[in-house]
């Protein structure tokens, strides 16, 4: 999946456009992310194509119920983000962009957008301070007691429930990691950011 050219000049992104997608054309680059699976619920598949040939993807899926709540309105999490490491630096936060236009002329309804940057994966969010996201804390803030993985003993593999551990697997607790939570407001016309 590497892109037709190598070398970008400034012009690169008129060469480029994020349209809808379906699953079978993103399956490799969703192989290819660092988690290496997809979200649960997914709303929004889109990728970048670069002179024709898919170069990026974004997915959107639906939070935990509580995460509208929290924001007040329905809100999609920004869940898988990947782009070929042959695009310029820059083209994640361009991807993010083009999708929040996207999202901004299609689903109306969306008042919010949530993501996470995962720091044992190396993740600070960088990419979305530069796409003008908001920090919002982190994902463990005001808990008594951290959540836990199961990781299984052999393998290394996590479970993030005691219930989706196969039987019989001999497993290690382990607290998870708190996540770097960021936010980005969608409002209505006339209404504030």
Known sequence: MKPACPVFDSAWRKQCKVVLAERRQIEPMIRRHYLGKWPGVCVLMLVMLYRKEAAGCIVFALPPRETSKRYGGETWELARLWVDNGMPQNAETWVISQAIRYIRRNHKIVRALVSYADPSAGHTGTVYRAANWRPDGRTDEGRKTPRCDYVNAATGKRYSRRSHVPEGTAVERVPRTSKYRF???????????
Request: glycine residues 10%; without cysteine; positive net charge.
């Open 183 to 193: 936010l980005y407001y969608l409002p209505i016309s006339g209404e504030k950011r």
